[in-house]
């Protein structure tokens, strides 16, 4: 079992920046595949990046790559998602999950985990 909680949201103005991050807890969290997701109002919860569990493999959705970088501390128990060059159509909760398998994924139903979501919100 991995339980995930999410920090790090707020309020930023367009072209601005934060780091979001999840921390884990369980024993199996650094041999897990971790992803980010987000949902906006009124959209479905779509594919932002993910991170394998040695860290050596990325992926990130086409709308934020060049802007976002996943990482992560295994050592932490954390994955950070950091976020530059923020637009209003960034604005959405973030959700950090978990895949019990090591490999990276896009693909939403393949996490085993989620936390609660953070709150982001860029105003232009």
């Known amino acids: 079992q991995v339980q995930l909680v999410e920090s790090g949201g707020g309020l930023v103005q367009a072209g601005g920046s934060l780091r979001l991050s999840c921390a884990g807890s369980?024993?199996?969290?650094?041999?897990?595949?971790m992803g980010w997701f987000r949902q906006a109002p009124r959209k479905e919860r779509e594919f932002v990046a993910s991170?394998?569990?040695?860290?050596?493999?990325?992926y990130y959705a086409d709308s934020v790559k060049g802007r976002f970088t996943i990482s992560r501390d295994n050592d932490k128990n954390t994955v950070y998602l950091q976020m530059n060059s923020l637009k209003p159509e960034d604005t959405a909760v973030y959700y950090c999950?978990?895949?019990?398998?090591?490999?990276?994924?896009?693909?939403?139903?393949?996490?085993?985990?989620w936390g609660q979501g953070t709150q982001v919100t860029v105003s232009s």
């Open positions: 999950a978990a895949d019990r398998r090591p490999l990276a994924t896009m693909t939403e139903a393949e996490y085993d985990y």
């Open positions: 991170i394998s569990w040695t860290g050596g493999n990325t």
């Open positions: 369980g024993r199996t969290f650094s041999t897990c595949a």
